[in-house]
């Protein structure tokens, strides 16, 4: 059976079978992982350097999205207040945790 999904397809890939469970294994060093996702990511991360550098510190991104909200959080000023609070947080997840937890008394 092959997998294609984007450039990455079983012919480019090892895959070793251990109890039963396809392993998805880099071609470049050690990495191995059940999840072909895992293997796609750790390709990007450690040898395709597709990277997205901030042009106004020394932060480097692996996505687009994720540059983006460095640079709304840390130079453009972007936060998230907290509307039943004085809290302020530099991202909406952040916000989101804090009400769930100090104002609606949910619990992680």
Not at 55 to 61: F, L, P, Q, T, V
Not at 65 to 78: F, P, S, Y
């Amino acid at each position: 059976e092959e997998y294609e999904d984007d450039k990455y397809t079983t012919s480019n890939v090892k895959i070793k079978e251990e109890h039963e469970e396809a392993s998805y294994q880099c071609d470049q060093c050690d990495f191995d992982s059940t999840l072909l996702a895992d293997l796609k990511k750790h390709r990007l991360s450690k040898h395709e350097y597709r990277k997205f550098p901030c042009d106004e510190c020394e932060y480097i991104a692996l996505y687009g999205k994720d540059l983006k909200k460095h640079k709304e959080t840390k130079h453009e000023g972007i936060k998230f207040p907290c509307d039943q609070c004085d809290s302020i947080f530099t991202s909406r997840s952040g916000l989101q945790r804090h009400k769930q937890s100090e104002h609606y008394g949910l619990r992680f």
